[in-house]
């Protein structure tokens, strides 16, 4: 985890990508780290200290839900900082600005930053979290959308009319438009104390029964 100082896109909050052979971090953020911020905004829901079957774990002094609103506010600018609105597949950090590495100007329309805006906006009730989700799918019904149907990832978001790839990939469909689709829908479908998202967007129905191991003989 990184602050970027003074010197480096003011100041901004990010996840470095790390080699673990040269034990060296640069700075730059994959699209994919952006389920991050709902991941912590999940875990700081909950208090390890008040757990039993943690032991009285303690969380670090830095609040988990302070610190999703900071990364979340990053992912964002990988979108709002692009001439097209659209994040690119590996954000940089300069001086003031989110910007995007060379080798990787293109969106997949990834579904991980609208992921984590749905579950922020679920936990919060924060209105910029669905005015930012508006403003990306703005963003991909203005460049992605192909004409007859379906929608395309594009080539290089520092464009302001990116050309398409001509390729849509299966999550587009199954993961960013759902969850969307539930940031803007009514709060009551798929409640997050009753489901569990996997990795693919499936909810998973909670059974208070196998908490904790409760199957196997668990308090």
Known sequence: MRRGGASRCANCT???TWNHVTNVSSHQMDHLVCFVP?????????????????????????????????LMETCYR??????????????????????????????LLRPEAVESLFILWRLTGEQRYREWGWR??????AH???????????ADVTRAAPTRS??????????????????FGDD???????????????????????RFGAAWGSQ
């Open 78 to 107: 990988m979108y709002s900082e692009q001439p097209s609105g659209l994040a690119p597949e590996i954000a940089t950090f300069g001086a003031e600005r989110v910007g995007a590495a060379p080798s990787a100007r293109h969106s």
């Open 166 to 183: 001509g390729k849509m990939e299966s999550f587009f469909t199954a993961e960013t438009l759902k969850y969307l689709y539930l940031l």
């Open 38 to 70: 709902g991941m912590l905004a999940l875990g700081s829901q909950r208090r390890p200290a008040d757990d039993p079957h943690l032991g009285g774990f303690r969380p670090a002094s830095y609040d988990m839900m302070s610190l999703a609103e900071d």
């Open 144 to 154: 992605a959308k192909v004409d007859g149907g379906g929608y395309s990832s594009v």
């Open 188 to 210: 009551s479908a798929v409640p997050l104390d009753r489901y569990v998202f996997n990795t693919e967007a499936h909810p998973l129905e909670i059974h208070e029964e196998y």
């Open 14 to 16: 990010y996840v470095a």
């Open 136 to 141: 990306i799918f703005e963003a991909i019904e």
